[in-house]
């Protein structure tokens, strides 16, 4: 770990080398040489010091002759930007004649007190530079100044003040700096190298990262665009076959769902736009709290739908001010519109606005919800293109991520800040300041009340109130109960219609809701989109699956997504069929009604007396162990006449409708029929099996009445229970 001197050092030099502009590598290799030539600088002191105190005038000039470079060098060198290594090479050039001059007047390799290691140090620190070529140019002299001071050799004599004994202390003073430094130039070459190689990691990830955000971007934009598609394709079809009927409800979806994709498509232009530095700010004189308050007032129906009290709460009843309406309209319709969507039904939303305190000068805008909140770990990014936050569960709600970052651009563009403070659990305050300033043309501020009609979509503002069931006009009319699972209102109207003379319909708009209705009405079938708010489809078909009321119903899962991924996964978690959006609705009721039809094999299997063994196919596997259960718990009850369906349903933990629903599409059966067959069967084996009396297997068998017994007996056998006996 490197010292907090060190790291105050560090980021001293960090201060000093940088100048505005200046490119990454260039202030890197700044700092590196700058660090070299101080440690030189301060072994050089050191060196010129002991010359001093040891009598040896010809070290002491050396030391003044490197030192007259190393300084000014270092002075310079903050102020450098450019043409470093050029600059750095000339004076390491230099230094390295210098020290060719002292060997030769100190008598050659061997006698000059270790100068012969200097060049080393030099040619390590000349590898930071950007250009191979003058390492090479300063190795080569470093190299051709060694050979000519050794083959200079027989001309030169030793200085006399150079005693052996003094110059072997400067021979390993030398060395050992020397030595001490071009280690600390490799550790430091090492590290960076890491340094680097961690970057490159962390640019790969980002890459990576980048790529899973477009993949996701990419799902939930075909997500966003197939629900409406689908709509307009089937409102379309239904126009052409029955005109009379559809004309004015399917052109109207039709247009809410057209209305949706334009919002979509715009939001995503207007980032291209905003990002691109093309989009104008057109900024008027208008009462900002008038267009806030109509806009706030636009969004009611929506918040009544989800009982959500919302209010708007101005500090001031006018107020005038320069800025862009349709931006403003925007900015406040992604902050409201997420309010409400994230929002819990029942709780509250509220938009303040006026100036701020005194002595500053914005407007603020604020949008608060006791909503979930959002997790502090999460609040950094959610102003990011494409950052949607997973639930708990994995999963999120309908969205394309682009809101907040739109938002953010648009008052940015305004010139303006906006902040999020958020709770888990207790709820997310926006706020928006905005620049005041009273210098544009003066607008009227009467058209504000259209913004409604223009920008935002009926369907949105009041599609969330929702259907309950269709009217059940009785099961004795032979038709089977489908659960329609989906969060989308004009789908559930688009499948409504296709699909109401055919099934008596149940809705419910997420998972959770799904889950509550499969176990309250127990349908023949069940449709579910996977993509919904609170619950998706996925998680209500594992819970489906693993409750022994519901694990029989037949499920299909209709989604936008038509990847194979998405399918296998339902699939492989016991969905029954896919059926991807846009659909055909001939196929859609096809599926549906052949997989109620496929419910015969499971019928075939339970309805019949005859013995089965529990299987492993995933098809049988659960219903195999249910109706084992039942059985066992028939058989253990076989001679108490008063056991019937409340005895049953305390034992399997269901309520009566539920056994009732479950047992007849298991086995097309009433409770009530199967065991009086089950207790017949049982009283068969025993005739044909023991030596009992028929009035005793009676008893045995639950049927304390014998002719009621000999009665039902004949009924189901076709002759009386005494022909077997006789
Ligand atoms: P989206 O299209 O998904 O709504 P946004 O950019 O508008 O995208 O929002 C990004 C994320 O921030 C959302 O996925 C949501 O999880 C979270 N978020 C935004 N506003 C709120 C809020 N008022 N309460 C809770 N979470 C919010």
Redesign the pocket.
């Known amino acids: 770990m490197k010292s907090r001197g060190v790291g105050r050092l560090l980021g001293w030099i960090d201060t000093i080398m940088f100048i505005p502009g200046i490119d990454e590598n260039i202030l890197a290799m700044k700092k590196n040489v700058w660090l070299g030539s101080f440690g030189s600088g301060i072994a050089i002191s050191g060196m010129t010091l002991l010359g001093y105190f040891l009598d040896l005038p010809v070290i002491v000039s050396y030391g003044f002759a490197l030192l007259s470079l190393t300084i000014p060098a270092l002075i310079i060198l903050p102020f450098l930007k450019k043409n470093i290594d050029l600059i750095f090479f000339s004076i390491q050039f230099i230094l390295i004649w210098i020290t060719f001059f002292f060997m030769l007047r100190m008598g050659g390799l061997l006698t000059s007190a270790g100068l012969l290691f200097t060049g080393i140090s030099i040619i390590f620190m000349s590898t930071t530079y950007q250009n191979n070529r003058l390492t090479i140019i300063l190795f080569s002299t470093y190299i051709t100044t060694l050979i000519t001071t050794a083959l200079l050799q027989p001309k030169l004599s030793p200085l006399p003040q150079m005693t052996p004994a003094k110059n072997l202390l400067f021979f390993t003073v030398n060395f050992t700096w020397q030595a001490g430094y071009t280690l600390l130039l490799i550790i430091n070459n090492i590290s960076q190298k890491k340094k680097l190689a961690e970057a490159k990691h962390a640019e790969a990830l980002r890459l990576q990262e980048l790529d899973e955000a477009k993949t996701r971007l990419f799902t939930n934009i075909t997500h966003e665009f197939r629900t409406p598609l689908t709509i307009i394709l089937g409102m379309a079809r239904l126009i052409r076959e029955k005109p009379e009927e559809w004309l004015e409800d399917g052109t109207e979806k039709i247009g809410n769902s057209g209305k949706n994709l334009l919002n979509l498509v715009n939001q995503m232009l207007d980032l291209a736009k905003l990002e691109a530095g093309a989009m104008p700010l057109h900024n008027f004189q208008q009462d900002i709290i008038l267009q806030l308050r109509y806009l706030v007032d636009s969004f009611s129906s929506m918040a009544i739908s989800r009982k959500i009290r919302l209010e708007f709460i101005p500090g001031t009843d006018h107020f005038l001010m320069d800025y862009d309406a349709d931006k403003l309209m925007h900015i406040l319709s ?2 409201l ?3 409400l ?3 819990v039904d029942g709780n509250y939303a509220e938009v303040k606005a006026g100036p701020a305190g005194q002595g500053e000068n914005d407007f603020v805008i604020s ?1 608060t ?1 006791n ?4 997790n502090p770990e ?1 609040l950094p990014y ?2 990011d293109r494409f ?3 997973e639930k708990d569960n994995g999963k ?12 953010k651009e648009l008052v940015r563009l305004m010139k303006g800040t906006i902040s ?1 403070c ?1 709770l888990p659990d207790k ?2 305050t ?1 706020t928006v300041c905005l620049p005041i300033s009273n210098q544009a043309l003066l607008r009227e501020t009467a058209g504000f009340s259209d913004f409604r009609e223009r920008w935002i979509s009926e369907s949105y503002l009041s599609g969330h109130e929702r259907k309950t069931s269709s009217g059940r006009k009785g099961e004795e009319s032979g038709r089977h109960i489908l659960l329609i699972v989906e969060d989308s209102n004009d789908l559930v109207d688009y499948l409504e219609a296709v699909l109401r003379d055919d099934f008596l319909m149940e809705f419910a708009v997420n998972g959770k809701e799904g889950f509550d209705k499969a176990l309250e009405f127990v349908p023949d079938i069940i449709l579910s989109d996977v993509m919904m708010p609170e619950m998706d489809g996925i998680t209500m078909l594992d819970k489906i699956r693993s409750d022994e009321r519901t694990s029989h119903i037949p499920v299909v899962m209709l989604t936008a997504k038509a990847d194979i991924a998405s399918r296998l996964e339902g699939i492989g978690r016991g969905a029954d069929a896919y059926m991807s959006k846009p659909f055909h609705e001939e196929e859609l009721k096809l599926r549906l009604t052949k997989l109620i039809e496929q419910r015969n094999t499971l019928r075939q299997r339970y309805a019949s007396m005859g013995v089965f063994t529990q299987s492993d196919d995933p098809t049988y596997k659960t219903e195999d162990a249910f109706m084992m259960k039942i059985r066992g718990i028939m058989e253990a009850n076989l001679d108490n006449e008063d056991f019937g369906i409340n005895q049953l349903c305390r034992g399997v933990g269901m309520s009566r409708a539920q056994l009732y629903r479950k047992f007849k599409s298991l086995t097309d059966k009433t409770v009530n029929e199967y065991l009086i067959q089950f207790r017949l069967y049982k009283a068969n084996e025993m005739l044909k099996n023991t030596s009992l009396t028929a009035s005793e297997i009676a008893w045995e068998t639950g049927f304390k009445n014998l002719s009621h017994f000999s009665r039902v007996y004949r009924k189901m056998y076709g002759h009386s229970p005494g022909s077997h006996r006789n």
Do not use: C, M, W
Request: aromatic share 10%.
């Open positions: 992604n902050l519109s997420n309010a969507k994230y929002n949008v919800d909503g979930p909140g959002i999460h959610i102003f950052y949607r936050i999120q709600e309908s969205g394309s991520g682009l809101g907040l970052t739109l938002t999020v958020s709820g997310t926006f």
